[in-house]
């Protein structure tokens, strides 16, 4: 059992901040780190994975510093947001090599292990250079387990990956939260976060802006005001119908169609085919206005 | 050292395309060793002109320019350094195994094409290849160290190695007396100047350093390097993409 804690950690590049005084604690059981492209979650993973120093704070692992504390990676597996590997090895000499790396007494008996937990068996004995990307992305995975590491960190996994690889390393990531160890996984899609995350902390532009379970995430991401664009037979109508049902604290007439401002989205999407209905309103269109996750973000941000 | 990082380190350099270099600038040395012979009759005059203008001058920095940023420089480009850095191993281990495979290659593939197209070309009973084995091994450690250490600094390796090499060691060092003061290529020369004796003004072997000092500053600049390579390892920043 292991834990990472980020105390107050800052990193900037000349004048541009990548993470801003980011404080988390991440222990075992699986955790999402969820944001938009280039909020820094690659930045932050790598200074968890001793790559990166932070600009001020400090990243410790069970009390060590992991700042060039290359001991760290007895205990740390890290599966690269890059592609390279060693081509010109086969997916099994690649393994057995990052075992011997490792030291462990068995380099042959570790790799058969980490290979069948990523189902690579067969493939084994091809060059990497001749894997699909579904492929290198389990022989990653295999090398960051090959020492049974109580800290897997995986820069977007799920980047590139069919819908079966997909649910194979859900699968796999689940079972190893389960075994006790502490997994931290960067994604900018909420789906797959809150599918096999307990804890999601969500990063948008070098900050922490929230952090919980997904229950509470869904709901801050869902709880706030949402915006809609309507297409009906007879706009007007049913605009004073919204209002007068209180469904929806602003609407606006003016675009040529009916663009409204709801802040309970659970009460106006139940409110609205209901006020259609008794008004003898016929909808031809109901179309959510801001529902990209940067607009969530966004939101999350202000908040 | 590191059996395993030296193994992967091997077929790094030897896997990639870049490999073929490593045979064919030697190839053609030799090649041009059997032209000087032919032309000049075996002339030992003509062997020490192929050897400091061709053999020493460019071939050999060339090749350890190609075989110092082989052994580290792509896989810092292409971040698959990552698995090498993300093992609780030392980072002096990582850069002393890979100058290991670095020296071989170069002795392999610089230092004995070398003595051989000198061999080939014409000599006086394997004086001057002696000499010259004995300064181009000297050079090619300082060279692969310097050229080592210039991959983890910078990505831009191969152009300030290009441009050390070639046009600071060559061209300025032809104009400017005063360069040749700050060269591997002279420094290591001293070592082929105090073997051949009292040939080395016959033939016109001559180093610009005198010989202590100029072992003196190929042991600093190779050690100095190796404790840069070292220091900069261990705060490699890798890209993120972030």
């Given at each position: 059992?292991?834990?990472?804690?980020?105390?107050?950690?800052?990193?900037?590049?000349?004048?541009?901040?990548?993470?801003?005084?980011?404080?988390?604690?991440?222990?075992?059981?699986?955790?999402?780190?969820?944001?938009?492209?280039g909020?820094?979650?690659?930045?932050?993973?790598?200074?968890?994975?001793?790559?990166?120093?932070?600009?001020?704070?400090?990243?410790t692992?069970?009390?060590?510093?992991?700042?060039?504390?290359?001991?760290?990676?007895?205990?740390?597996?890290l599966?690269?947001?890059?592609?390279?590997?060693?081509?010109?090895?086969?997916?099994?000499?690649?393994?057995?090599?990052?075992?011997?790396?490792?030291?462990?007494?068995?380099?042959?008996?570790?790799a058969?292990?980490?290979?069948?937990?990523?189902?690579?068996?067969?493939a084994?004995?091809?060059?990497?250079?001749?894997?699909?990307k579904?492929?290198?992305q389990?022989?990653?995975?295999?090398?960051?387990?090959?020492?049974?590491?109580?800290?897997?960190?995986?820069?977007?996994?799920?980047?590139?990956?069919?819908?079966?690889?997909?649910?194979?390393?859900?699968?796999?990531?689940?079972?190893?939260?389960?075994?006790?160890?502490?997994?931290?996984?960067?994604?900018?899609?909420?789906?797959?976060?809150?599918?096999?995350?307990g804890?999601?902390?969500?990063?948008?532009?070098?900050?922490?802006?929230?952090?919980?379970?997904?229950r509470?995430?869904?709901?801050?991401?869902?709880e706030?005001?949402?915006?809609?664009?309507?297409?009906?037979?007879?706009?007007r109508?049913?605009?004073?119908?919204?209002?007068?049902?209180?469904?929806?604290?602003t609407?606006?007439?003016?675009?040529?169609?009916?663009?409204?401002?709801a802040?309970?989205?659970g009460?106006?999407?139940?409110?609205?085919p209901?006020?259609?209905?008794?008004?003898?309103?016929?909808?031809?269109?109901?179309?959510?206005?801001?529902?990209?996750?940067?607009?969530?973000?966004?939101?999350?941000?202000?908040? | 050292?590191?059996?395993?990082?030296?193994?992967?380190?091997?077929?790094?350099?030897?896997?990639?395309r870049?490999?073929?270099?490593?045979?064919?600038l030697?190839?053609?040395?030799?090649?041009?060793a059997?032209?000087?012979?032919?032309?000049?009759?075996?002339?030992v005059?003509?062997t020490?002109?192929?050897?400091e203008?061709?053999?020493?001058?460019?071939?050999?920095?060339?090749?350890?320019?190609?075989i110092?940023?082989?052994?580290?420089?792509?896989?810092i480009d292409?971040?698959?350094?990552?698995?090498l850095?993300?093992?609780?191993?030392?980072?002096?281990?990582?850069?002393?195994?890979?100058?290991?495979?670095?020296?071989?290659?170069?002795?392999?593939?610089?230092?004995?094409?070398l003595?051989?197209?000198?061999?080939?070309?014409?000599?006086d009973?394997?004086?001057?290849?002696?000499?010259?084995?004995?300064?181009?091994?000297?050079?090619?450690?300082?060279?692969?160290?310097?050229?080592?250490?210039?991959?983890?600094?910078?990505?831009?390796?191969?152009?300030?190695?290009?441009?050390?090499?070639?046009?600071?060691?060559?061209?300025?060092?032809?104009?400017?007396?005063?360069?040749?003061?700050?060269?591997?290529?002279?420094?290591?020369?001293?070592?082929?100047?105090?073997?051949?004796?009292?040939?080395?003004?016959?033939?016109?072997?001559?180093?610009?350093?005198?010989?202590?000092?100029?072992?003196?500053?190929?042991?600093?600049?190779?050690?100095?390097?190796?404790?840069?390579a070292?220091?900069?390892?261990?705060?490699?920043?890798?890209?993120?993409?972030?």
């Amino acid at each position: 059992m292991s834990t990472l804690v980020l105390d107050g950690v800052s990193r900037w590049y000349g004048n541009v901040v990548a993470a801003n005084d980011v404080t988390m604690t991440v222990g075992p059981g699986i955790t999402g780190l969820l944001g938009p492209n280039g909020a820094g979650k690659s930045t932050l993973i790598a200074m968890m994975g001793g790559f990166l120093a932070p600009s001020a704070g400090t990243v410790t692992l069970d009390g060590t510093a992991v700042w060039r504390h290359p001991d760290i990676y007895r205990a740390i597996g890290l599966v690269p947001e890059t592609e390279a590997m060693y081509d010109m090895v086969t997916g099994w000499q690649f393994v057995v090599a990052n075992a011997r790396l490792h030291g462990l007494p068995d380099p042959a008996a570790a790799a058969r292990r980490a290979l069948e937990t990523v189902e690579m068996m067969d493939a084994k004995d091809r060059e990497i250079a001749t894997y699909s990307k579904g492929m290198k992305q389990r022989v990653k995975m295999a090398t960051a387990l090959v020492h049974d590491p109580s800290v897997l960190l995986l820069d977007e996994p799920f980047n590139g990956m069919d819908p079966r690889q997909r649910l194979h390393l859900m699968d796999l990531l689940r079972r190893l939260g389960q075994e006790g160890r502490t997994v931290l996984f960067s994604s900018h899609i909420l789906e797959e976060v809150e599918e096999i995350a307990g804890t999601i902390e969500v990063l948008v532009a070098g900050r922490h802006a929230a952090s919980g379970d997904f229950r509470r995430i869904r709901r801050l991401m869902t709880e706030r005001p949402h915006q809609y664009t309507i297409a009906s037979s007879d706009d007007r109508r049913l605009a004073a119908a919204i209002v007068a049902d209180g469904a929806a604290d602003t609407v606006d007439l003016s675009g040529g169609s009916l663009a409204v401002r709801a802040p309970d989205v659970g009460r106006f999407v139940h409110a609205l085919p209901r006020l259609a209905r008794d008004n003898g309103v016929r909808l031809l269109e109901v179309s959510p206005a801001d529902e990209s996750l940067e607009s969530v973000f966004a939101y999350l941000v202000a908040r | 050292m590191n059996a395993v990082v030296m193994q992967l380190t091997l077929r790094g350099l030897l896997g990639r395309r870049r490999a073929l270099l490593l045979l064919v600038l030697p190839a053609l040395l030799l090649v041009l060793a059997g032209i000087v012979r032919w032309a000049s009759g075996a002339d030992v005059f003509a062997t020490v002109g192929l050897t400091e203008n061709f053999a020493f001058g460019t071939l050999l920095p060339l090749m350890c320019l190609l075989i110092g940023t082989g052994v580290i420089g792509s896989e810092i480009d292409d971040g698959s350094i990552v698995y090498l850095l993300a093992k609780p191993l030392p980072r002096r281990t990582i850069i002393l195994s890979k100058l290991a495979v670095a020296w071989g290659a170069a002795f392999v593939f610089a230092v004995l094409p070398l003595v051989a197209a000198v061999e080939i070309a014409g000599d006086d009973g394997g004086r001057l290849g002696l000499a010259y084995g004995v300064a181009a091994t000297l050079a090619a450690l300082t060279y692969t160290s310097l050229f080592v250490a210039l991959s983890v600094v910078t990505r831009n390796a191969v152009i300030i190695g290009l441009l050390y090499a070639l046009l600071w060691e060559t061209v300025l060092g032809g104009y400017v007396p005063g360069i040749r003061n700050v060269s591997v290529r002279q420094w290591a020369l001293a070592t082929a100047e105090s073997i051949l004796g009292d040939y080395a003004y016959v033939w016109g072997v001559l180093s610009a350093v005198g010989q202590t000092a100029a072992l003196g500053l190929l042991a600093a600049t190779t050690v100095g390097a190796v404790v840069l390579a070292v220091r900069r390892l261990e705060t490699l920043r890798l890209t993120a993409t972030d």
